[in-house]
């Protein structure tokens, strides 16, 4: 309701979370596509096809033309004479080797038969002698006669049509040694006239082979602001390799390669070797920023994906927050924070969701959030780092206790032991979806300041990692939405056993591979994406890698985010605030009520998994092995056995690297027999939990002497 008491409007439905299916994607709000008039066609046409002369083609090509042709003509005296002169050395190359026979005596010494064969070469040689003399001697003939007849014209016609064609003889060819350089002309777009264009294309980038050839699926379309084409790769090449290989096909089709997208046809209407190639006429990245569509609702439900920028295809693309958790990586003023407060605004219009702000930054960024959070620190002193670390225990313990009052409710309330709409909505149970969105995140994760947890020595920063990964590993399922935002992605600033959990990554620009492969998750730059490639003026444009749990089946998409100024962001702030106060549930720090609830900080300790011995002080191990134990969890002492293919898949490794890893570090992989789920026991490769512990042991007892 609003504040005349009518009912508030209800949004729009969203577009469903967009997949990469190109036959059953669904989008209900794309800016509509102008339709092309008979005139614009033709022209796209004219301006496309391989067979309309490029000089034509604009004004500029045609001066350029007139520029060559003239140069052309002063530079032909020159290229007749070099061309004749070279054609005059061919030509008495080429007679020299006829004279003297030189195939057939080549053959015959190749055959060890030159003794026999010599009267025969030796009688050819003496007859070609005659040819060459009697042709000589008629030629000369001919020109004396041309003299008498027609006086020194004669000669000069002759002497021009020897010379022209000795320049025939001598011109330049293709592949010849000496061949010129020249520019290979416009490539781009000619492909969809002529579709051989784009299987050479598809050689030159080395994504078919010579003999191979691609079957056109559908004929190149203009859709959008682009040109799509659907292709069918040979046999046995697939549409993976032509993603991860998408800046050569670019390079060889003549486009930047953030305007091509290239997407696997999936479902019942692809395969694995089909390809929908998408090229946009313009860069789509650039132009005016997008309005954040969220501007434009009363109210939004934290259970819809939330609209969060749109592709390359002006497709819109939403992020599904509930059951995940997202981490946002970028190098500095690339368009982090605002890109933040799109899911967060997201939350914010729904009266019944509860906010924990952290704003490392400590600016105004996120000041009129302030309004709507539940608990809210804006700052980078230690007092400022402490409050966090306590509201982080406060949610820790608020997540043990939303397991403790989940197993107690009906099941026809809550069938499965995970949050539902109904539950989060019900005040009287007070289980509403909580978000804690942290801006800067390395300034609370990097503070050194000494700690002493559970009766170890840490740093209040590693403290922090280890209350955000349990908020990250077990909150999904009560409700708890993590969103963490960093300008260092590195893997000291954001552990891996942190790293490992959170579901949903988006990289902006980065300054290498590595940092973006640290957002975007292992080998992400060998499959197509490097978010250190995206350029410095496409501000707010990422790589969004959607949490799998979600239901996405898209591996990552670049997508450019909804601009949401200061003004805007307030607007949301304040309506978000409104709704709170219509529907009772403005509490904490909105509501001035910035008391702490009462948390026993050994219950957090042992959440946080000290009850399991390995656990301890486990940010002090190194890689893999930390981001092993931290997935076992419990699991460590309860399993005696983990298939290394579980463990590469969950900490998504690749697999030599991760074996020489672990290698390096004690565990070698040994073999088992593991029962699989349909009861048949199989024989499988992983590591042994005692040998995980011995390994943990050691690096403990190095650590302590590297101590002393
Ligand atoms: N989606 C967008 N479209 C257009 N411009 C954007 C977008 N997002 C951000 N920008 C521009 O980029 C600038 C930097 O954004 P932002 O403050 O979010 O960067 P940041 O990465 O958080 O920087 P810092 O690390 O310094 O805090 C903004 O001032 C804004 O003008």
């Given at each position: 309701m609003n504040e005349q008491g009518e009912p508030l409007p209800v949004p729009r439905p969203s577009s469903e979370v967009e997949s990469a299916i190109f036959d059953a994607e669904l989008v209900d709000d794309a800016a509509s596509v102008p339709k092309l008039t008979r005139w614009q066609r033709f022209m796209n046409w004219w301006q496309r096809s391989p067979r309309v002369p490029t000089a034509l083609k604009s004004r500029k090509a045609a001066k350029q033309a007139l520029l060559d042709l003239l140069l052309f003509v002063?530079?032909?005296?020159?290229?007749?004479?070099?061309?004749?002169?070279r054609g005059t050395v061919a030509a008495v190359r080429a007679w020299r080797?006829?004279?003297?026979?030189?195939?057939?005596?080549?053959?015959?010494?190749?055959?060890?038969?030159?003794?026999?064969?010599?009267?025969?070469?030796?009688?050819?040689?003496?007859?070609?002698?005659?040819?060459?003399?009697?042709?000589?001697?008629?030629?000369a003939a001919v020109l004396v006669v041309a003299y008498v007849l027609y006086g020194a014209p004669a000669l000069w016609a002759a002497g021009g049509l020897a010379a022209a064609s000795l320049a025939i003889f001598g011109r330049r060819k293709e592949g010849s040694p000496g061949r010129k350089p020249v520019l290979s002309g416009p490539r781009s777009l000619t492909w969809t006239m002529d579709p051989q264009v784009l299987v050479e294309a598809f050689r030159d980038a080395k994504l078919i082979g010579k003999d191979e050839s691609l079957r056109l699926v559908e004929r190149a379309a203009h859709d959008g602001s682009g040109w799509a084409v659907t292709v069918d790769l040979p046999a046995t090449r697939k549409a993976a390799d032509v993603i991860k290989h998408r800046e050569a096909l670019a390079s060889a089709l003549a486009v930047d390669e953030l305007q091509l997208i290239i997407e696997r046809v999936r479902g019942c209407g692809?395969?694995?070797?089909?390809?929908?190639?998408?090229?946009?006429?313009?860069?789509?990245?650039?132009?005016?920023?997008?309005?954040?569509?969220?501007?434009?609702?009363?109210?939004?439900?934290a259970w819809r994906a939330i609209p969060?920028?749109?592709?390359?295809?002006?497709?819109?693309?939403?992020?599904?927050?509930?059951?995940?958790?997202?981490?946002?990586?970028?190098?500095?003023?690339?368009?982090?924070?605002?890109?933040?407060?799109?899911?967060?605004?997201?939350?914010?219009?729904?009266?019944?969701?509860?906010?924990?702000?952290?704003?490392?930054?400590?600016?105004?960024?996120?000041?009129?959030?302030?309004?709507?959070?539940?608990?809210?620190?804006?700052?980078?002193?230690?007092?400022?780092?402490?409050?966090?670390?306590?509201?982080?225990?406060?949610?820790?313990?608020?997540?043990?206790?939303?397991?403790?009052?989940?197993?107690?409710?009906?099941?026809?309330?809550?069938?499965?032991?995970?949050?539902?709409?109904?539950?989060?909505?019900?005040?009287?149970?007070?289980?509403?979806?909580?978000?804690?969105?942290?801006?800067?995140?390395?300034?609370?994760?990097?503070?050194?300041?000494?700690?002493?947890?559970?009766?170890?020595?840490?740093?209040?920063?590693?403290?922090?990692a280890d209350l955000l990964t349990y908020l990250t590993r077990k909150g999904p399922a009560v409700g708890i939405v993590v969103i963490l935002a960093t300008q260092r992605p590195d893997s000291n600033t954001i552990p891996s056993r942190l790293r490992a959990v959170l579901?949903?990554?988006?990289?902006?620009?980065?300054?290498?591979?590595?940092?973006?492969?640290?957002?975007?998750g292992e080998q992400m730059n060998t499959r197509g994406f490097d978010a250190s490639t995206l350029l410095p003026s496409h501000k707010g444009v990422g790589i969004l890698r959607p949490d799998s749990e979600t239901g996405a089946d898209t591996i990552a998409t670049l997508v450019r985010t909804f601009f949401m100024p200061n003004p805007e962001w307030r607007t949301i702030c304040g309506r978000g605030r409104a709704l709170r106060e219509a529907a009772g549930t403005l509490t904490g720090h909105a509501a001035g009520d910035d008391l702490q609830r009462a948390v026993d900080p050994t219950a957090v300790a042992k959440a946080l998994g000290s009850s399991s011995e390995v656990l301890d002080d486990r940010s002090a191990l190194p890689e893999p092995l930390s981001s092993v134990v931290d997935y076992l969890g419990d699991d460590i002492d309860r399993r005696d056995f983990v298939p290394t293919a579980e463990l590469i898949d969950a900490l998504d490794s690749e697999p030599t690297l991760f074996g020489r890893q672990m290698g390096e570090l004690g565990c070698q992989p040994r073999r088992a027999r593991v029962a699989s789920e349909d009861g048949t026991v199989r024989q499988v490769r992983g590591y042994y939990t005692a040998d995980l512990r011995k390994a943990v042991d050691e690096a403990h007892t190095a650590q302590e002497k590297e101590g002393e």
């Open positions: 002063v530079h032909l005296p020159w290229r007749f004479v070099s061309a004749a002169g080797r006829w004279v003297r026979v030189h195939d057939y005596r080549d053959a015959a010494e190749q055959s060890e038969k030159l003794v026999d064969k010599f009267i025969e070469i030796r009688e050819l040689t003496l007859f070609r002698w005659k040819v060459t003399g009697t042709a000589g001697l008629a030629s692809g395969h694995a070797g089909r390809v929908f190639l998408w090229v946009a006429d313009a860069d789509p990245y650039a132009g005016p920023p997008m309005r954040f569509p969220l501007l434009d609702v009363e109210q939004w439900d969060f920028g749109r592709d390359a295809r002006n497709r819109r693309v939403d992020l599904q927050l509930v059951w995940t958790s997202l981490l946002i990586g970028a190098i500095p003023r690339q368009g982090k924070t605002f890109s933040t407060r799109l899911p967060a605004a997201g939350l914010i219009l729904d009266p019944h969701a509860r906010l924990y702000v952290f704003d490392g930054k400590g600016g105004k960024d996120w000041e009129a959030a302030e309004a709507v959070a539940h608990r809210f620190v804006c700052g980078d002193e230690i007092e400022h780092v402490e409050a966090v670390r306590d509201h982080l225990v406060e949610l820790v313990a608020e997540v043990q206790s939303r397991y403790a009052r989940m197993s107690r409710l009906d099941d026809d309330i809550c069938p499965e032991s995970k949050i539902t709409p109904a539950i989060s909505r019900d005040t009287d149970l007070d289980m509403p979806i909580t978000a804690v969105v942290i801006d800067e995140v390395q300034v609370y994760l990097e503070n050194p300041a000494r700690e002493d947890i559970g009766g170890k020595k840490s740093t209040i920063g590693a403290y922090i579901g949903s990554r988006f990289a902006l620009r980065v300054m290498d591979w590595r940092d973006s492969n640290i957002v975007l």
